[in-house]
């Protein structure tokens, strides 16, 4: 019986397999990926322009940053197609670029959302500034030149 059922779960298992689509769903998602060093490059300009003016790229209908958004979304189909690419040295500076920048980014926004949604609140401003802060020290955390140099 149990031959029965593994042999019925295997055929089942091989079905599925064969009337995948042509083209996988999950390489669909990262085919044009930028290079790691590309898509930091991006993911700094997008940063740079947000730390300096939160408001840029902001839709108030969504609450969300859909550029910045899509530049994360980069950064992570670049690391899936060719991060095992990287030499270890590159790895040593780009990702943890990339971190501070994502850090960057979010300390940004959430000072922003709150900015937008307290402001009648004194209260909350002192951690708006802190985040503004964060934002700024994480971003120049990101030396882009050695970045791409490394």
């Known amino acids: 019986m149990r031959r029965v059922v593994l042999g019925s779960l295997l055929s089942l298992a091989c079905f599925a397999c064969a009337q995948q689509p042509v ?9 044009g990926a930028e290079t790691p060093a590309q898509a930091v490059q991006t993911l700094y300009k997008i940063t740079a322009t947000i730390i300096d003016d939160p408001s840029s790229g902001y839709d108030p209908k969504t609450s969300s940053w859909p550029e910045a958004d899509a530049d994360r979304r ?13 030499t270890q040295q590159q790895r040593d500076v780009l ?13 940004a926004q959430r000072g922003y959302l709150i900015q937008i949604s307290q402001q009648g609140n ?29």
């Not at 980069?74 to 990287?86: E, K, Y």
């Not at 700024?136 to 490394?150: I, K, W």
Request: proline share 5%.
């Open 95 to 107: 990702i943890p670029c990339a971190v501070h920048l994502e850090t960057a980014l979010d300390s």
């Open 122 to 150: 004194p209260a909350a401003q002192p951690t708006v500034q802190k985040l503004k802060a964060t934002a700024r020290s994480e971003f120049a955390q990101c030396n882009l030149a050695d970045a791409l140099n490394g």
């Open 23 to 31: 083209g996988d769903v999950m390489q669909s998602g990262v085919a």
């Open 74 to 86: 980069q950064w992570g189909n670049s690391m899936a197609l060719h991060g095992n690419d990287l």
